[in-house]
């Protein structure tokens, strides 16, 4: 019976961390020269991982991402024009992959660079104000395409010990990107026609980037508020000694 409880006691404590081991697909060492090569296939191999999903870390299987609204401003006054998009469901994200990784483990630093061949947008829409000299007040439909995106994640983390091993807290966090191309557009406007939707749409894709720079503030803040919860949840699941060692 002794025998029994303890065997139950190591499957409780023990099993979990060492299934959480291998969504790294091993430990790098922080001697090996190349521990950025070893690093960039660890976080792959995860990748990889959760693109099932997986309960224990409390996250779903999804190629999408959801923000609940953002909002551009062009020009000032009370005629400049102003858009506010909400539910915007962004798909392909799970097609991401990491090119490169540059880490500092003495410090616990680490910046990653990410590359989506693809991404599709899709929210609803509400503006005010004046645009192409025409008043461009309602709603409607957005979409967009966007095309070879890259982002770098920095975050910083700091150790601390629970249950005699050693995990990492997240202390620091912040991301930017670009999009190399983009096409985007609007449909099914109220209170419209198809002389002005035509026109709106010429006007979004001709500035396509500078609309994005529009976006981007917002758009980080976001993103970087959600890298965040998905970095604290691995983190505080799986000890530090699983993906890095000595």
């Not at 061949?117 to 192409?132: Q, W």
Request: charged share 25%; proline share 3%.
């Amino acid at each position: 019976m002794e025998f029994r409880v303890i065997f139950l006691v190591f499957v409780v404590v023990v099993a979990p961390t060492s299934s959480n081991t291998n969504i790294f697909g091993g430990r790098c060492s922080k001697q090996d020269p190349n521990v950025d090569t070893c690093l960039m296939k660890s976080f792959n191999h995860l990748i990889d991982h959760l693109k099932e999903g997986d309960p224990e870390l409390g996250i779903e299987q999804t190629d999408s991402i959801l923000i609940d609204e953002l909002s551009i401003a062009l020009g000032g006054g009370p005629d400049g024009y102003k858009a506010t998009f909400k539910d915007i469901n962004a798909s392909g994200v799970d097609e991401v992959t990491i090119t490169n990784v540059r880490s500092d483990l003495d410090t616990y630093q680490f910046q990653v660079t990410l590359f989506i061949p693809h991404i599709s947008a899709t929210a609803r829409y509400r503006s005010s104000g004046i645009l192409l000299l025409v008043r461009a007040s309602g709603g409607g439909d957005y979409w967009g395409e966007y095309e070879h995106v890259k982002a770098k994640v920095y975050f910083r983390g700091e150790p601390y010990e629970r249950d005699g091993q050693t995990f990492l807290q997240l202390k620091q966090i912040k991301l930017d990107f670009s999009v190399r191309d983009i096409k985007m557009g609007v449909e099914n406007l109220e209170h419209s026609n198809s002389v002005l939707q035509a026109a709106l749409n010429l006007f979004i894709n001709t500035n396509a980037q500078e609309l994005l720079k529009e976006m981007k503030p917002q758009l980080k803040r976001d993103l970087a508020a959600k890298m965040s919860r998905f970095l604290e949840r691995i983190l505080n699941k799986v000890p530090y000694d699983d993906w890095i060692v000595d």
